[in-house]
């Protein structure tokens, strides 16, 4: 029996409850395959391959370079090494303790070993979770670790329990904005940007702020800043500044109505807001730019890794053909999200997190599944995704899955690779695409379904996974070129009366 101390006595600690690895090196090496989502060490023959595809065609077609090693080796080995899967003939390969010691190192902060497990539990020390403060700067949390007038630190009212505006804080960001990393990392900037305000103003705690401090901080965000962009002075948008002010109000809000204030400087500091209704979304690219990048993408660039090519057109075809948000891509390990599933009839559907932590389920066209069952194969997995399958979506090609910073540099990529080649075409749009975010290929998604298909405002709010029904009613508006075309088809029928003719009393009416 081949087996090996060494993954016997690491633990699993991504899994409720943690559980100890298989002492078998094979048996270990299964167990990673499964639980990272991804080839670990896999020995192929012919036989193997008969048994995985339907025919040797389909095999080469799926698996080229294994394919070619079958030739003239009579086993070949797929191995993960530095977050790539390198494949070579049996003799060449390293042994299987080998791969599996180094994957477990790659991963050690899910894999650890049993004796640092029992050493912390012997110790009786609770395992502490990190807290929404610890997540910002050290001299910030220092700034904030202070108490003003208007803390009622030792009033019974005070539900929160806490003497300064930073356990205060990490209370507030606790409670409101962690369920989304998205809204946590909003929320942390403005509180970043109002204390810098307070500290070029030399005012401060946060909790002696007054009404006319607060009035003061909105309309500095409406004024340039002493920042310039070649000649022009910054400004803070009219979007960034309703979220500042959304999120100032919400804080001394929160802490009013927890008892930590007593009373709140900011109340009435945003009036009424935008209403959704008047939502539109701007700044859409144009089915060119998109065509441009489609085109982009399709092309098989030289030197580029199948892998890795592979996984941009999976990125791509995502929010493309999804219209899912940036962060609805991010794995998550604790409601096993995002996912594909395929029903009876060979349909394929992406179940996402979106706001809220609310799931939304989202058929995918033809043109997606085909660039995600080419992924799939190439990362090692079958070309259709099993039944309650654990692996990541999209995968870091180091390992585990790629994070929403990876993935927007991947689409990034895509705008400005696209761009270099409207440059002298199309300088205008070039500039566009370099500017454009992957929120905007969400614009598209909606546009496309709800401007040029017609469909159904409530099919594509569930799709959209809109709160209202006014947010996605918005993409229905049309520009002043849509109407100009509605105008022409409406009267291209109807001839002008003849110049000298007197029009008929029917006609004046």
Same mark, same amino acid.
């Given at each position: 029996m081949n087996t090996t101390p060494h993954s016997a006595e690491w633990i699993d600690h991504g899994t409720t409850p943690p559980q100890r690895l298989p002492a078998e090196v094979d048996a270990a090496l299964a167990y990673l395959a499964d639980a990272l989502g991804h080839v670990i060490y896999t020995r192929w023959t012919l036989a193997?391959?008969?048994?995985?595809?339907?025919?040797?065609?389909?095999?080469?077609?799926?698996?080229? +370079?294994?394919?070619?090693?079958?030739?003239?080796?009579? +086993?070949v080995i797929e191995y993960r090494d530095r977050g790539r899967v390198r494949t070579v003939a049996v003799d060449e390969?390293?042994?299987?303790?080998?791969?599996?010691?180094?994957?477990?190192?790659?991963?050690?902060r899910r894999f650890r070993p049993a004796i640092e497990a029992n050493k912390l539990a012997a110790t009786g020390e609770p395992k502490?979770?990190?807290?929404?403060?610890?997540?910002?700067?050290?001299?910030?949390?220092?700034?904030?670790?202070?108490? %003003?007038?208007?803390?009622?630190?030792?009033?019974?009212?005070?539900?929160?329990?806490?003497?300064?505006?930073?356990?205060?804080?990490?209370?507030?960001?606790?409670?409101?904005?962690?369920?989304s990393p998205h809204t946590l990392r909003a929320y942390r900037a403005e509180l970043r940007r109002l204390v810098a305000w307070c500290e070029a103003h030399q005012l401060g705690p946060l909790s002696d702020l007054t009404r006319h401090d607060l009035l003061a901080y909105r309309q500095a965000l409406r004024q340039p800043t002493h920042e310039t962009v070649g000649d022009v002075r910054r400004r803070v948008s009219e979007a960034l500044q309703s979220r500042a002010l959304a999120v100032v109000a919400s804080l001394f809000r929160y802490w009013t109505e927890t008892g930590y204030?007593?009373?709140?400087?900011?109340?009435?500091?945003?009036? =009424? =807001?935008?209403?959704?209704?008047?939502?539109?979304?701007?700044?859409?690219?144009p089915p060119a730019l998109l065509a441009a990048c489609d085109a982009w993408v399709a092309e098989v660039i030289a030197g580029d890794e199948p892998l890795v090519s592979a996984r941009r057109r999976a990125i791509w075809a995502l929010y493309r053909y999804a219209g899912v948000r940036l962060i609805e891509l991010v794995w998550s390990e604790e409601a096993q999200l995002p996912r594909l599933e395929i029903d009876d009839q060979g349909s394929w559907t992406l179940t996402v997190l979106g706001k809220g932590r609310k799931t939304r389920a989202i058929p995918l066209p033809v043109i997606c599944v085909s660039v995600l069952r080419t992924y799939r194969v190439l990362r090692g997995l079958p070309p259709q995704p099993p039944?309650?399958?654990?692996?990541?979506?999209?995968? %870091?090609?180091?390992?585990?899955?790629?994070?929403?910073?990876?993935?927007y540099d991947e689409v990034k990529t895509i705008f400005v690779a696209a761009a270099e080649r409207l440059a002298n075409t199309d300088p205008e749009g070039a500039a566009r695409l370099r500017r454009?975010?992957?929120?905007?290929?969400?614009?598209?998604?909606?546009?496309?379904?709800?401007?040029?298909?017609?469909?159904?405002?409530?099919?594509?709010?569930?799709?959209?996974?809109?709160?209202?029904?006014?947010?996605?009613?918005?993409?229905?508006?049309?520009?002043?070129?849509?109407?100009?075309?509605?105008?022409? %088809?409406?009267?291209?029928?109807?001839?002008?009366?003849?110049s000298g003719t007197r029009p008929r009393a029917s006609q004046r009416n």
């Open positions: 193997t391959i008969k048994q995985r595809h339907a025919s040797l065609a389909d095999a080469k077609t799926a698996r080229p +370079a294994i394919m070619r090693l079958l030739l003239d080796h009579p +086993a390969a390293p042994a299987p303790g080998v791969v599996l010691a180094r994957v477990l190192h790659t991963h050690r502490r979770e990190p807290t929404a403060l610890m997540t910002l700067p050290q001299p910030l949390v220092i700034w904030l670790a202070r108490a %003003g007038r208007f803390a009622a630190v030792a009033s019974t009212t005070n539900t929160l329990g806490v003497g300064d505006a930073a356990q205060a804080v990490a209370l507030f960001l606790r409670d409101r904005a962690s369920r204030l007593s009373a709140n400087p900011a109340a009435g500091l945003v009036r =009424g =807001g935008r209403s959704r209704a008047s939502f539109a979304p701007k700044r859409m690219l039944l309650f399958e654990h692996a990541a979506l999209i995968q %870091g090609l180091k390992g585990g899955s790629l994070k929403g910073s990876g993935l454009a975010s992957p929120h905007r290929l969400r614009h598209a998604y909606a546009r496309q379904m709800i401007v040029d298909h017609q469909v159904p405002l409530p099919a594509a709010q569930a799709l959209l996974g809109h709160a209202s029904v006014q947010t996605t009613a918005a993409y229905a508006k049309t520009d002043l070129s849509q109407l100009r075309a509605f105008v022409e %088809g409406t009267f291209a029928s109807h001839e002008p009366p003849h």
